[in-house]
């Protein structure tokens, strides 16, 4: 440990006289100084803390001969030998250890630090594998928390630890587990940028949208790399595609049936039927297939709306369907088109400019054959 030392006012300056000047030569004038007692190394002991901190398994079977209890005791700091010699990886010196005594329980006052960080956690952190198997094996509770609720799957995920990180989580470690500031194992990975752990969590079922104290979910704690991003935007479309997210409540559809119920076209279950068209079926359908079927226009559009947000975002909204409508119109809360709700043209306004369109269509062909002088070619429109 450093010490300063403050003077209470400029300490005076010694002038060494030359040799130069006719007096004492100026190594004579060093060495005549005091100098400070020299010791031989021996003559310092060392103890449990350091000797596992360096790995030195022999100081170590000397010290449990002389006292058994410095396998377990802490030093100033709060830290135990065991602590030492996972973070700094000796796996012979912890094993050593936890067959003396050491203890990987779950009482903080045993087996942690001030801030109740256990050895799994400093072996996670720093990536030294063979240590977290080994402190696994004799029973280290990988879900236990420091004193801000972080586990083990914590340490690794930010310190980029992807092989530890897939042990803990095969040891039962949850990848959405919040820590009192609501950081998960995913937000970890996803603000240090390290994409092989972030993958890993994510197949073990990492929530990218779980968001913290602050609002924040991975995409926007990991901004800053954009290989993070685009493996969000992967893994959204990916679960997006495995099934169709809920129409009312948190229960998607069982059935094509049941979806049309809910969109009041329920009569036009019968077409699908005699097609062989399910619900996955249903959502892969072209707007020439409802044609095919002989849907009219009114439902064809509806539901090749409802087809096309879901490829859009993966979600049904709860809110979309009203039974005060008619089928011919757009249900509550969901617009014809997706981009409706980005404050784009509604249905009104683009039929609007269809006919506006048209308009100008036929009377730039009508100007064409007058100039023509071929009248022949006007249609009539009663």
Not at 274 to 296: A, G, H, R, S
Request: net charge negative; glycine share 6%; hydrophobic share 35%.
């Amino acid at each position: 440990m450093s010490v300063r030392v403050r003077f209470q006012e400029r300490p005076g300056i010694t002038y060494v006289p030359s040799s130069r000047s006719g007096n004492a030569p100026l190594l004579a004038d060093i060495i005549s100084k005091p100098m400070p007692q020299l010791y031989p190394e021996n003559k310092y002991d060392m103890d449990a803390c350091t000797a596992a901190s360096i790995g030195d398994l022999e100081v170590l079977k000397k010290l449990l001969r002389i006292n058994p209890n410095t396998m377990v005791s802490k030093n100033q700091t709060g830290w135990t030998p065991l602590l030492y010699a996972a973070y700094l990886g000796h796996n012979s010196v912890a094993a050593f250890l936890l067959d003396n005594g050491a203890q990987v329980s779950e009482n903080v006052d045993d087996s942690t630090n001030g801030r109740w960080q256990t050895p799994l956690m400093m072996a996670s952190a720093c990536g030294n594998l063979n240590v977290v198997r080994l402190l696994l094996e004799r029973g280290a509770n990988p879900k236990m928390c420091d004193k801000e609720k972080r586990q083990a799957i914590h340490y690794a995920a930010s310190c980029c630890q992807n092989v530890v990180v897939d042990t803990l989580l095969a040891a039962g470690c949850d990848p959405n587990a919040a820590d009192s500031h609501g950081t998960t194992p995913v937000h970890e990975a996803a603000i240090a940028g390290h994409e092989v752990t972030f993958l890993s969590l994510l197949e073990k079922g990492g929530n990218v949208e779980q968001k913290n104290s602050k609002g924040e979910n991975a995409a926007v704690l990991g901004c800053e790399h954009n290989r993070i991003l685009q493996i969000i935007s992967d893994h959204q479309a990916e679960t997006a595609k495995q099934a169709p997210q809920a129409i009312s409540g948190n229960r998607g559809p069982r059935s094509l049936s049941e979806l049309l119920e809910e969109m009041e076209l329920g009569k036009y279950s019968e077409p699908f039927k005699n097609e062989n068209v399910d619900l996955e079926v249903f959502f892969e359908l072209k707007e020439q297939d409802f044609k095919d079927m002989n849907i009219p226009y009114g439902p064809k559009k509806r539901m090749l709306d409802v087809i096309k947000r879901y490829k859009t975002t993966g979600v049904i909204r709860s809110d979309t369907f009203d039974s005060n409508q008619s089928s011919s119109t757009s249900p509550r809360g969901y617009s014809s088109h997706p981009e409706d709700d980005n404050g784009k043209m509604t249905d009104t306004l683009r039929s609007i400019r269809d006919l506006n369109q048209e308009t100008k269509t036929f009377v730039m062909n009508a100007l064409e054959n007058l100039g023509s002088g071929d009248i022949n070619k006007f249609v009539v429109i009663t």
